[in-house]
């Protein structure tokens, strides 16, 4: 079965400071993988995604991650956080199947950023 | 915005009652994820449903039951609601007809039981 592991539960940075979220996978094949974002209270919106090809991968609100399966690791980043970046951030692992995903997911690191 | 929509977003239920979660996907999408997020975890798989068919489940018990319509969208029940069914539920819409398919989830349903 998959797994994902997000080592950090809560990470602070100051405001246009570089962040890099830890994201480790376990998967038997290629895996679908995902960043998702969670403001308090709200639904998840989709940051990037990755599913073959290049591994460095460009997302929304100039986030990226970049897929190392040496690592079996997804790691996201941004080069200069903006305060309204705080949020809780979670990966996932998709399995693909007829009726489409299922996602699992970590248990999500919550981001704080100071101003 | 995602199109999904889900209702209501807030519901207060006592122990032993009953509930049903709505939710419409999005428009050109016939598969529907249900999940379970519980304070401060991230969301649990509970069931997805395709073309009206359950289409795999998570480890829910059978009291988590759903329906998907011929329109695409979804009902979550819960019968014998236990205090620990206190979550955020999510709900997902997707589109298998691309191999790179992805989510779309809604604002979500918070449940309380009390």
């Known amino acids: 079965a998959q797994s994902v592991t997000q080592p950090d539960i809560h990470i602070t940075v100051s405001e246009g400071a570089s962040l890099e979220l830890r994201c480790n996978y376990s998967y038997g094949a290629t895996p679908y993988l995902f960043w998702y974002v969670q403001s308090p209270g709200q639904g998840l919106q989709l940051l990037l995604k990755y599913f073959s090809g290049d591994t460095l991968v460009q997302g929304i609100k100039g986030f990226e991650a970049e897929f190392k399966r040496s690592q079996s690791s997804f790691n996201l980043r941004k080069p200069s956080v903006h305060w309204s970046d705080a949020a809780e951030y979670f990966c996932?692992?998709?399995?693909?199947?007829?009726?489409?995903?299922?996602?699992?997911f970590g248990t999500g690191t919550q981001l704080k950023v100071e101003l | 915005e995602t199109g999904v929509t889900q209702s209501p977003t807030h519901l207060i239920k006592t122990r032993g009652q009953q509930v049903t979660l709505r939710c419409s996907s999005q428009s050109g999408h016939n598969t529907v994820s249900w999940y379970q997020q519980a304070l401060g975890q991230g969301p649990q798989f509970i069931f997805q449903?395709?073309?009206?068919?359950?289409?795999g489940r998570g480890n829910f018990p059978p009291r988590f039951s759903g329906l998907q319509f011929p329109n695409y969208s979804s009902e979550l029940n819960v019968n014998a609601l236990e205090l620990d069914d206190s979550a955020l539920y999510l709900c997902?819409?997707?589109?298998?007809?691309?191999?790179?398919?992805?989510?779309?989830f809604g604002q979500g349903t918070r449940l309380t039981v009390v």
């Open positions: 997902a819409s997707s589109s298998p007809n691309r191999l790179n398919t992805e989510a779309f």
């Open positions: 996932a692992v998709g399995v693909v199947t007829g009726g489409g995903n299922k996602l699992t």
């Open positions: 449903y395709y073309r009206e068919e359950e289409n």
